[in-house]
Structures are given as structure tokens and as C-alpha cells.
């Protein structure tokens, strides 16, 4: 089955993928598509897999790892308060991390709430030229600490 994931993996491996923060050892890193929380970005493991169940037990602990550095660096290249993790695969049936930096300044009904909450149909999407300091922010700080490859 091609998922999405699947997809934009192969973008990724054929550097036609204009999201792709980075090369990690467990995958890719992404900018999301839409930035209703600026620097909201995924993990896409590669080579894609149903599940995190599907991974073997180092390949689970890279993953996880470096799902939690990329939160690390969106501290540190934004304004994020904290960092919110999700893996869910109910709608893309392959594995993949979301990784939401959250603000205080987000309007209180939506920043005490999952961020499913937020209209995805019309948040901003993401811009090359807008996101383009941000995504290098991030590569820089994944390269920094030695998880970009």
C-alpha cells in the first residue's frame, strides 16, 4: 500500500521534497505543510514501515531519539514553550511523528487543547521564502548536535 508517508519519502530521497528539513539516521525531517503553530514538522521514517511495532528495538530507540531532538530544536529556534508528541496512523497507515512546538501566546481555547483543534483546512501553509529561515534554523541545530546526516 502507498500512503502519503510513502510518498513523500521518496521525494525526500530524490531531493525533490521542498519540506525536507534533513537526513536523520531513522528517517527524514520535515516542515509540516500547514504552520497553524509555527515549525510544526514530522519524522518520516525511511525505510517506511506500518507501525512503530514494526521497528526493531534500536531501530524504535533512533527513532524516538531523534523525534525528541527535533523537538529540542524547535525550542531553541522558537518561541515554543513546550513541545507536544504525537504518533497516530489513523489516517496515514505508516509510520510517522508529529512534532508541534506550542506557544503561549496561542489563543487559550486552542493552546490548552490537542492541536487538532485548529482549522487545518485554513492555517497558513507553509512558504519556502516565508519558513526558509526557520527550516535552516533547525537543519543547523539538528546538524550542531550531530543527528542531520
Known sequence: MTTLIHERVEMC???TNPKAICRVSSGWVVIGDVQFVRGYSLILPDPVVPDLNSLSI???ESFLREVSIVGDALLHTTEAYRINYEILGNTEAALHAHIFPRYETEPEELRKHPV???DWQNAVKFDEITDGQLVANIRNYLQKEGVAI
Request: proline fraction near 11%; charged fraction near 45%; charge should be positive.
Open 13 to 15: 530521497r530524490k531531493g
Open 58 to 60: 534500536p531501530d524504535r
Open 116 to 118: 487538532w483543534f485548529y
